[in-house]
């Protein structure tokens, strides 16, 4: 069973910067897809970016293109999410998610994810 821990959460002001880690117990993290997804109190699951297979090739949402930056160091088994330029519409629990056999396609759907973090609290204030 793959284990992920997401760290590195907490209160920061509008404009700040944030850098959320995901290091998992996996013995063969280059073979995943990790994807960053974010649930604001009240809302759904969202989307936030993914690192597609290792490749090096990233995808991201809309309301967080331009800011956020996902990058993955597998000696360590982290996969990183660095979050500048914040905002209060920021505000969310972000959780990591992993899968061995995701395809493109499904990136953005939450269910095609096997293993997910416990999530870690983003709090941007005014």
């Known amino acids: 069973q793959v284990q992920l821990v997401e760290s590195g959460g907490g209160l920061v002001q509008a404009g700040g910067s944030l850098r959320l880690s995901c290091v998992t117990s996996?013995?063969?993290?280059?073979?995943?897809?990790v994807g960053w997804f974010r649930q604001a109190p009240g809302k759904e699951r969202e989307f936030v970016g993914t690192?597609?297979?290792?490749?090096?090739?990233?995808y991201y949402a809309d309301s967080v293109k331009g800011r956020f930056t996902i990058s993955r160091d597998n000696a360590k088994n982290t996969v990183y999410l660095q979050m500048n330029s914040l905002k209060p519409e920021d505000t969310a629990v972000y959780y990591c998610a992993a899968d061995r056999s995701i395809i493109l396609s499904q990136i953005e759907e939450p269910g095609a994810y096997d293993y997910w973090g416990q999530g870690t609290q983003v709090s941007v204030s005014t």
């Open positions: 690192e597609f297979r290792s490749y090096g090739r990233t």
């Open positions: 996996g013995s063969n993290f280059r073979a995943y897809t």
